[in-house]
């Protein structure tokens, strides 16, 4: 199974910054994916992040507010910007190996904008 | 958005009794995962089962799936108070996308 690292884990930013959440894997997957989870909701799909091409977004979601890289196979990150309390949430990074179907979470970035 | 609801939203059970946790979705899929959220944290993979398959077990846990009623269920069997957590289902929907669609979560909680 692949083992997934986010930094920052937890962080308080203030109204208007952006912040840059990083994901590593530890083996190579096929597929990324990043998805919000807000305050006692369940996940939702931001963005499939797609290696050296500009990331496939779902309906709501902008690549001007959250911008995604994909410079390699085990590295994505996802960018918050101009932030506002609204985005306060658990942003999850995920990836797929191309042996199987099971999708792995890494810990989650807990953002609270203040 | 979301594929589909589970039921309960939330489940409260002593230590000891099983746990049933119910998931519906909408559209044809390839299989179906279930994972396991504690408070805050990211999320552990419990089990998939794959469109045909009717029944898999792992454990303490067991998930039903009947791809004609587009639903499935999670077992939890002599629970213990470390099981207390948030449950999702995901979907992979047949789409070719390969992202999970998940579902609104139940939450267990077990008493000692």
């Known amino acids: 199974s692949a083992v997934i690292s986010q930094k920052p884990s937890r962080d308080i930013c203030q109204r208007g910054t952006s912040l840059t959440i990083q994901c590593q894997v530890d083996?190579?997957?096929?597929?990324m994916f990043w998805y919000r989870q807000q305050p006692g909701q369940s996940l939702t799909l931001i963005a499939t992040a797609n290696q050296g091409s500009e990331a496939t977004y779902e309906s709501g979601f902008v690549i001007d507010k959250f911008p995604i890289s994909r410079p390699n196979l085990t590295f994505s990150t996802l960018t918050v910007s101009n932030m506002s309390p609204e985005d306060s949430s658990i942003y999850l990074c995920s990836g797929t190996g191309s042996s199987g179907n099971t999708i792995y979470f890494g810990e989650g970035s807990w953002l609270t904008v203040v | 958005s979301q594929q589909g609801e589970e039921d309960p939203q939330a489940l409260s059970i002593q230590e000891g009794e099983n746990a049933t946790m119910n998931c519906s979705y909408k559209?044809?899929?390839?299989?179906l995962q279930w994972y396991r959220q504690n408070s805050g944290r990211g999320l552990v993979h419990l089990i998939l089962?794959?469109?045909?398959?009717r029944e898999k077990h792992s454990g303490r846990l067991r998930v039903t799936l009947d791809t004609s009623k587009k639903s499935s269920s999670l077992l939890i069997t002599a629970s213990r108070a470390a099981d207390t957590a948030s449950y999702f289902c995901?979907?992979?929907?047949?789409?070719?996308?390969?992202?999970?669609?998940f579902g609104s979560g139940t939450r267990l909680q077990v008493q000692p």
């Open positions: 083996s190579q997957v096929t597929m």
């Open positions: 559209t044809s899929i390839n299989n």
């Open positions: 089962i794959r469109s045909n398959e």
């Open positions: 995901a979907t992979d929907q047949d789409t070719g996308r390969r992202a999970l669609t």
